[in-house]
């Protein structure tokens, strides 16, 4: 995907971890068809923004829990092991990338 300092975790997800992320993406996905089927029925294009904003909220609160855990597990270990900077630098690059 990038250059990354790892290609995962250092603290892998645990298995409920894991099942809160990808049942928030279900719900997400279930919402884009959702907003396909109201394209699809020529619905309002007012009740359509409404549900692309409520993906985009739910998106970014996915975002955040995975920044959440990405911080208190691998930034984390990374400045207890001497690798802060490059680590934090990192993630600031790919945060600068969903302000744009």
């Given at each position: ?17 894991k ?7 279900k ?8 907003i ?27 975002g955040?829990?995975?920044t959440?855990?990405?911080i208190?597990?691998?930034?984390k ?16 690059t790919?945060?600068?990338q969903?302000?744009?």
């Amino acid at each position: 995907m990038g250059d990354f300092l790892h290609d995962q975790p250092i603290k892998p997800r645990t298995a409920d971890e894991k099942q809160a992320v990808i049942n928030r993406l279900k719900r997400v996905e279930g919402q884009v068809r959702g907003i396909q089927k109201m394209v699809e029925e020529d619905r309002y294009c007012m009740d359509i923004l409404v549900q692309i904003r409520a993906i985009q909220s739910a998106l970014q609160q996915v975002g955040f829990s995975v920044t959440e855990r990405h911080i208190k597990h691998c930034v984390k270990d990374a400045i207890n092991s001497g690798e802060g900077n490059e680590t934090i630098d990192e993630l600031l690059t790919v945060l600068k990338q969903f302000s744009k």
